[in-house]
């Protein structure tokens, strides 16, 4: 299993959409996989028109990956066709992330990502909360592949780069994502029901919680 993983959320400008995405099944993902530890790339697009239509979510040997030479390389030299798609994206959240849980091992064709930051005082009460009564037995429901918690590392995930320079605005941050990975949408919503996440973390006073359902585009690994 992989111990990183980066989480990318956003939208696109509309007159540019079409073209965006096919740089990004053409040249964006197979790119970012061609670097050392990359192992797989995945791209969805969201069930509903909330913001964050997209969510690509790349998994990594370990958080090392993001400080590697070459990959700091084409950050800071990106391609001509790179450079034309930087500015299209709106709402961009990034988080390189290190994986606190993981259970099972198949990637789902729909997938619910939840995004928060817990209190400062009760983070960890938090993180064991999502992890232990959250989202524990999840992976038990029928439909369910897998389970994952991610905590970000925020310097590897809002460090600047002349890529980032191109986006119109700076970068969203995220503290933690919780990701549930399943067969199909009603299982999906049914494991986020259960799960009582959102109500939950509002409970412990969790800021910014960003809720999305999604679909996969596509996938790539090495």
């Known amino acids: 299993?992989?111990?990183?993983?980066?989480?990318?959320?956003?939208?696109?400008?509309?007159?540019?959409?079409?073209?965006?995405?096919?740089?990004?099944?053409?040249?964006?993902?197979?790119?970012?996989?061609?670097?050392?530890?990359?192992?797989?790339?995945?791209?969805?697009?969201?069930?509903?028109?909330?913001?964050?239509?997209?969510?690509?979510?790349?998994?990594?040997?370990?958080?090392?990956?993001f400080d590697?030479?070459?990959?700091?390389?084409?950050l800071e030299h990106p391609t001509d066709w790179t450079r034309r798609m930087m500015p299209a994206f709106r709402?961009?959240?990034?988080?390189?992330?290190?994986?606190?849980?993981?259970?099972?091992?198949?990637?789902?064709?729909?997938?619910?990502?939840?995004?928060?930051?817990?209190?400062a005082a009760e983070r960890e009460a938090v993180v064991r909360w999502i992890g232990g009564q959250a989202l524990h037995d999840l992976r038990d429901r029928p439909g369910i592949t897998r389970v994952q918690l991610l905590e970000a590392d925020s310097g590897r995930s809002l460090v600047p780069t002349t890529e980032q320079k191109l986006r119109i605005g700076p970068d969203g941050r995220s503290s933690f994502v919780a990701i549930i990975e399943g067969t199909d949408r009603p299982a999906i919503e049914a494991a986020l029901a259960e799960s009582d996440i959102e109500s939950g973390l509002a409970a412990r006073q969790a800021r910014d919680v960003e809720v999305g359902v999604y679909q996969l585009m596509f996938a790539l690994t090495r």
């Not at 956003?10 to 965006?20: L, N, S, Y």
């Not at 590697?68 to 084409?74: E, L, S, T, V």
């Not at 606190?100 to 930051?117: K, N, P, Q, W, Y």
């Open 1 to 65: 299993m992989s111990d990183a993983v980066l989480g990318v959320w956003g939208d696109v400008e509309a007159k540019t959409e079409p073209e965006f995405n096919e740089w990004y099944h053409r040249e964006h993902v197979p790119q970012r996989l061609g670097m050392p530890g990359w192992r797989a790339g995945r791209r969805y697009r969201r069930l509903d028109r909330g913001r964050h239509r997209y969510v690509a979510l790349y998994e990594l040997d370990s958080l090392a990956c």
């Open 68 to 74: 590697d030479p070459a990959y700091r390389h084409i």
């Open 91 to 119: 709402n961009f959240v990034r988080a390189s992330c290190r994986v606190r849980l993981v259970s099972g091992e198949v990637a789902g064709g729909f997938v619910a990502t939840v995004r928060f930051d817990p209190p």
